[in-house]
Each structure stands twice: as structure tokens, then as C-alpha cells.
């Protein structure tokens, strides 16, 4: 993440049309995001948070639903809001949402945050590292690195599956990764969504067929399939990041017990792992079933956050 994200080829509208009853911001892919108006900071209902969720990065749907449900646990009520990246960030800038729990920092989603930073809060860390990868089937033998790739287009037919456009990671990979290994004429870089990439992913490796993904770390795709992360010797992608919570500016002043559990708040790759494939198995629509499930098997971990 999963993603997240994961930059936007168009501007990043960082204005907040408001109106009596939602916020519009535009995507980074060129669609619209809708921010139902309500119970944001400024509302003055200290019981109510909106969080919220971009859709197919898993590690954030695990942390979101996770947390929806500790909440909603001790009493406060919780509105989860699927949106993109770039309206996520100006929403909770704009405090028409209280927080966005993976934001990938210092790097990944440095764009938002360098010009919207004045105006959120980060609230402790609750993974590292997390890190943006090129990822192969381990029945690829001859490809370990990121340069081995050259020599190898034509096995791949020259394409390296992606995610959405403006995620961090296709930016990345189109502007540093790409460049950086002369990629660019013998691969294009498909721009799809994360579903969409993962359906791609197990679809050739069942026929056991070359194929090259954008993909990242912590994920649950590492532990049900044969992975394996081309090494990256140039450091193109960068160093790894931390995934934080984010919040409007104030939010820790506004509600200091929620901000005090989220310090606390930590996973090991372990245990995410667990809780995203539970998550999966599940299937859509059970997210916080399956949330209140994990809980229930790892009671001591929660409770050592609500301290």
C-alpha cells in the first residue's frame, strides 16, 4: 500500500468545493470522489469519525476495518469512505474527514504531502518497512533484479501490469524505476487498478506464464502466491516507508484518546498478514467481520494499543 497509496498525471486539486451537503475533489485518475459532509472535525460531535479508505490497497481496508470496529467497540461511531488518494489527503486537510490510517511517508505519498503537510497531523506509525516493488512469479529463474527485466521483454510482451495512474507507485515507476534501467522503450507500463492487476497476476500464474507486476509490501498476495521481489540495485524506488495515520491538524487536541491508541498502534508483517487473509477469505462486504474476528484471536495485541 496497498498502497495506497500509491501521483496524479493530472493536477492535484488542492481546493475543497464545499457545499451544504458533500465535498467534490477530483481524482488523480481523472474521476470524481465524492465527501459526504457530516461528521468531520469541525462538527463539534466528538463520538463521531469519518475514516477513510482507498479501495483495493489491503493493507488499508485491513487497518480501517480494524479500527472501525475497536471503535465502534468503546462507543464512538464510525463512517468508512471509500475514496481516491488525491481526495482522501484534501479531504482530511479540508477536516471533511478525521483520518486516513496508511499514509506511506516520508516518500510514497510525498507529493500530497508536501503541499498539504501544513494542515494534518501524523499519529504515530503502525508498520515499517513498507516498501514499492517490481514482482515476478518465482518460476521466472533468469529475472532477480529490476536490470535483469531488459534482457527479458519479450517474455513479458514488453508489459509491466500496474495499478491505478495516480497512485505513488506508478508514478514512481514511470518517472524513476523506468528511467533509471532504460525500461522505457522496450516496456510499457498498463495502467488498470489494483483488482485488476491482482486478477491479471493469478490468471498467468496458473498457466505459469512470465509476467511482471507493480506491487508493494506489507501484502497479502506474498503469502498465497510464489513471489518473489526483483531486487532494485539502483535504489530507484527509494528507501522504504513507514504507513501512518494521518489526521486534520488539531485532531490530536479534538479527540485524545483515539489519537493516543493510534500511537500505539502497531503490526508485524506476521500479524497483518493474518488479518488480510482473513479478510480475504471472508470476501467483500465482511471486512469488519472479519476485523471483530482477529480481534477476538489476538485480544492481548488490541488491548496493549488501549492502554
Partial sequence: MNRTSRRPRGKLLLGCIAAALSLVTTACSGQTATVDSGSGGDSGDTNSLKIAAVP???????ATYLWKQILEDKGYKIDVQELDIASTFT????????LYLDAWLPSTHSTYWDKLGSKLEIIGAWYSPADLNLTVPTYVKDVNTIDDLKSHASEFGG?????????????????????????EDDYQLTESSTSAMLSAL??????????????????????????????????????PDSTKPIAYKGFSDDHPEVAGWLKNFKLTSDQLGSLELLIQEKGQGNEQEAAKEWIGKNKTVVDSWLK
Fill in 56 to 62: 483495493g490497497w489491503d493493507e488499508d481496508i485491513a
Fill in 91 to 98: 479531504g482530511v486537510a479540508n477536516k471533511q474527514i478525521d
Fill in 202 to 239: 493469478q490468471t498467468d500464474i496458473a498457466k505459469k506464464k512470465p509476467v511482471v507486476v507493480t506491487l508493494w509490501r506489507p501484502h497479502w498476495a506474498y503469502a498465497k502466491l510464489p513471489l518473489k521481489v526483483l531486487k532494485d540495485p539502483k535504489g530507484a524506488y527509494g528507501k
Fill in 159 to 183: 508489459r509491466i501490469v500496474g495499478i491505478e495512474a495516480g497512485s505513488g507507485l506508478m508514478r514512481l515507476t514511470r518517472e524513476s524505476v523506468m528511467p533509471a534501467y532504460g525500461l
